[in-house]
């Protein structure tokens, strides 16, 4: 089980026990309250049908509201289990209801099924950003996600609020949440601002790039103001993977993440170390059964969630899977706007076509698409037509005065001579720092500005203007 997993059990335990010791006449009184907000919920939908539920144990009734609202025009749907799934049916008025899986009373399985334009979302616990603790089976999770409505509206009884609930990348947010105390608008912007600055390092490249790196992070993370700071690491350890040491360092001076490619594995270590830790990212078109993961969600201090996503190229690389498959795939499950407030994809290839390509196919559903691999910044760092912001290749963190990062000698002699010769050491000089830093809109999750970055002695520094 992961912690997330394992917080929200903790917390479904306690929450029961909360909500069970609200007294009957306040349930009550509570349940009639929910009335009040039935015209402002129906604001802009006409005819619409409203999915309700049929409270459980000491679930928030909904019936008042929802018979409220029925006088203001809308249709009322029941959910019914249907296998792992639930399926809105229509609510006929004087249909009697059929008991169902647990026991709930469904309607009967003859009814028409409809999607809901407005979802009631029974739960045991909730947040200001819309986190929802479920009863943990999913359901409403996987209705919200294929039926995606117009609205969701969780009911809760106020004592049911918690500063954050833990959420795991299945996970479904609300757009309200109502008590018996008012409605909660939890939608991006209406709470807060869930604008962000996103800083991404280029392959950090031995001693060199481990240097200027946990040098500068600190520094520009308040300079800035970043909320998140991601680096490939796939160099980090003398030019040939990264070691769980060395992801210490980055995580420590305050790397938020760390993705690889096509030198992962260069430390067996790692293929161990991975799976204990969520923050490290391989490319998600590795085959399956691979340690690790492709992607990962982390949270800022004001609790923003950003999706970090690595893939591998496959013109002039070794063959892995399709990367267009696994970027959809990690997507769908963790989809900008509804689970995500920013999504990073690190493509790591040769080709700058390829890396191109996956910016336009990416472009206005994730906020940045950066190229890296190439060691060498690429001049075009840039918002798309859409609002991704993109960069062919952001360069290395490392020694620009060698070759790629290495010591220019060997590879200058292997040139040269066309014969096989000594090891191809790291350079040891100063490293530069290269980057790419973005902001993102509060709204959208996609880029507002995108802006190069390099901090060291071998190239024109440049950054923001922040
Ligand atoms: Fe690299
Ligand atoms: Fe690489």
């Known amino acids: 089980m992961t912690s997330a997993a394992e917080?929200?059990?903790?917390?479904?335990?306690?929450?029961?026990?909360?909500?069970?010791?609200?007294?009957?006449?306040?349930?009550?009184?509570?349940?009639?309250?929910?009335?009040?907000a039935s015209r402002s919920l129906l604001l802009g939908l006409s005819a619409p049908i409203v999915s309700g539920y049929v409270p459980i144990r000491a679930e928030i009734d909904p019936g008042a509201l929802m018979a409220s609202m029925e006088r203001y025009g809308a249709r009322l749907a029941l959910p019914r289990v249907e296998g792992d799934r639930l399926a809105f049916r229509l609510q006929l008025p004087g249909t009697p209801l059929v008991p169902g899986a647990y026991g709930i009373g469904e309607p009967?399985?003859?009814?028409?099924?409809?999607?809901?334009?407005?979802?009631?979302?029974?739960?045991l616990a909730f947040d200001r950003r819309g986190g929802r603790l479920g009863y943990g089976a999913g359901y409403y999770d996987r209705a919200i996600t294929t039926m995606q409505p117009r609205l969701t509206v969780g009911l809760a009884f106020a004592c049911q609020e918690v500063a954050a609930v833990p959420m795991e990348t299945h996970d479904r947010r609300l757009d309200l949440i109502l008590t018996e105390q008012g409605l909660i608008d939890c939608r991006r912007g209406a709470a807060h601002s869930r604008s962000m600055r996103i800083?991404?390092?280029?392959?950090?490249?031995?001693?060199?790039?481990?240097?200027i790196v946990t040098q500068q992070v600190p520094l520009l993370r308040q300079r800035w103001k970043l909320d998140a700071v991601i680096a490939n690491g796939e160099n980090a350890a003398a030019g040939f993977g990264i070691t769980e040491a060395i992801l210490?360092?980055?995580?420590?001076?305050?790397?938020?993440?760390?993705?690889?490619?096509?030198?992962?594995?260069?430390?067996?270590?790692?293929?161990?170390?991975?799976?204990?830790?969520?923050?490290?990212?391989?490319?998600?078109?590795?085959?399956?059964?691979?340690?690790?993961?492709?992607?990962?969600?982390i949270e800022t201090a004001s609790g923003a969630r950003v999706l970090v996503v690595n893939l591998l190229g496959r013109l002039f690389m070794e063959a892995f899977d399709d990367s267009v498959r696994a970027v959809e795939r990690e997507l769908e499950a963790?989809?900008?706007?509804?689970?995500?407030?920013?999504?990073?994809?690190?493509?790591?290839?040769?080709?700058?076509?390829?890396?191109?390509?996956?910016?336009?196919?990416l472009d206005g559903r994730v906020s940045l698409v950066v190229g890296t691999h190439t060691h060498?910044?690429?001049?075009?760092?840039?918002?798309?037509s859409g609002g991704t912001a993109f960069q062919?290749?952001?360069?290395?963190?490392?020694?620009?005065?060698?070759?790629?990062?290495?010591?220019?000698?060997?590879?200058?002699?292997?040139?040269?001579?066309?014969?096989?010769?000594?090891?191809?050491?790291?350079?040891?000089?100063?490293?530069?720092?290269?980057?790419?830093?973005?902001?993102?809109?509060d709204r959208t999750g996609l880029a507002v500005s995108a802006?190069?970055?390099?901090?060291?002695?071998?190239?024109?520094?440049?950054?923001?203007?922040?």
């Open 451 to 466: 802006a190069r970055v390099c901090i060291g002695p071998e190239l024109e520094n440049c950054g923001p203007a922040w």
């Open 248 to 297: 210490h360092e980055f995580l420590e001076c305050g790397i938020d993440a760390v993705t690889l490619g096509n030198h992962s594995w260069d430390q067996r270590e790692a293929l161990v170390f991975i799976d204990r830790q969520p923050r490290l990212v391989r490319p998600a078109n590795y085959p399956a059964g691979t340690p690790g993961r492709g992607a990962t969600l």
């Open 334 to 361: 963790c989809p900008l706007g509804q689970v995500a407030d920013a999504i990073v994809v690190d493509m790591h290839c040769e080709a700058t076509s390829e890396k191109q390509v996956m910016g336009h196919m």
């Open 7 to 36: 917080s929200k059990e903790a917390l479904r335990r306690a929450m029961r026990r909360q909500r069970a010791e609200v007294p009957v006449e306040q349930r009550r009184l509570a349940s009639e309250t929910l009335t009040n």
């Open 392 to 441: 062919t290749d952001t360069g290395m963190c490392g020694d620009y005065a060698g070759v790629i990062g290495f010591d220019r000698r060997e590879p200058v002699r292997r040139y040269i001579e066309r014969t096989p010769g000594g090891r191809w050491e790291s350079a040891s000089g100063p490293g530069t720092l290269c980057g790419i830093a973005i902001e993102t809109d």
């Open 199 to 211: 800083l991404f390092l280029g392959d950090i490249c031995g001693r060199p790039g481990r240097t």
């Open 108 to 123: 009967a399985a003859g009814s028409p099924v409809v999607v809901p334009d407005l979802m009631l979302v029974p739960l």
């Open 376 to 384: 060498t910044p690429s001049a075009d760092a840039r918002i798309l």
